[in-house]
């Protein structure tokens, strides 16, 4: 798609998002908001896209290009190798940053193969997307925190970093004990960080994105944008309830690199796609 094209659909649909939810397009927003997100940190979270990924893989990729995506996060290779992935990614310019590895593979033998696959994609992260729900409790989390360090060391060993992604029971105050805390208290810095899905932190009544970063900086290398509908359910990103600017405010200090849009649940996952770009390219904060 052509520079001309691309921007008179991602003008447009901005328009008509804004239009639907009664607000003025991210473009217009106050002029003393000046930061933007670099494009290159604009990427998409590959789950989102899994319905289109499952029967043409390097169609979906080349689409998400053409829309505007600089990254994105893997999550389910859909039959295919690393090495497949890899020059499908290149023939389209997307780059991948992350891809998403049980907590088994991670914790055991297979973690070495999972590095190697990583390098394969031209990532920079191994992320655990979720824990066992077996370790749901203050000693399961401080587990999982020892598990972490242990396999963070391998992982920076082999020049990665390892980062694990919320979901909204990570926020859960147990025993007194907020268990993402736990986490974030008891993880090295230097071997561990953090993808923060800002859905599932709000979700989960978290503090707000923005007190964590300034709170643990340095932290969150990547972010999950996912919007939340009035009713709490999933939303394209720009069209629900969550203060984007606000969340970002402070991410420069929370040390993020990457913005992965995700919707758990979309109707149409190009539609979806193009919408969420349009909402981050335009943002001011």
Request: glycine share 12%.
């Amino acid at each position: 798609m052509n520079g001309t094209r691309r921007a008179f659909l991602g003008s447009a649909l901005g328009v008509a998002a804004a239009a639907a939810v009664g607000t003025a397009p991210a473009s217009a927003a106050p002029s003393g908001r000046r930061r933007r997100i670099p494009p290159s940190g604009i990427g998409m979270h590959l789950y989102t896209m899994r319905t289109p990924l499952a029967t043409n893989f390097g169609g979906t990729l080349e689409r998400l290009a053409e829309i505007g995506y600089a990254t994105v996060g893997v999550s389910g290779r859909h039959g295919n190798s690393a090495a497949a992935i890899r020059r499908m990614l290149d023939g389209t310019g997307l780059e991948a940053v992350l891809e998403h590895v049980g907590y088994d593979i991670v914790t055991g033998a297979g973690l070495p193969q999972a590095l190697e696959d990583i390098h394969t994609l031209g990532g920079r992260w191994i992320v655990v997307p979720s824990l066992p729900g077996s370790l749901h409790s203050p000693a399961g989390y401080r587990q999982v925190a020892k598990e972490f360090n242990r396999a963070g060391q391998v992982a920076r060993d082999a020049g990665l970093k390892l980062l694990y992604h919320n979901h909204g029971s990570d926020h859960e105050v147990v025993d007194g004990v907020s268990l993402y805390d736990i986490l974030l208290a008891e993880t090295d810095p230097h071997l561990v960080g953090f993808e923060l899905d800002l859905y599932w932190a709000a979700n989960g009544g978290a503090s707000a994105p923005g007190e964590l970063f300034v709170r643990h900086p340095r932290r969150f290398p990547a972010l999950h944008v996912k919007d939340m509908a009035p009713d709490g359910g999933f939303e394209d990103v720009g069209s629900g309830v969550l203060d984007f600017p606000a969340m970002f405010d402070t991410a420069k200090r929370g040390g993020v690199k990457q913005w992965l849009v995700e919707h758990d649940a979309p109707a149409d996952p190009f539609a979806s796609a193009l919408a969420s770009y349009s909402y981050l390219s335009r943002l001011r904060y």
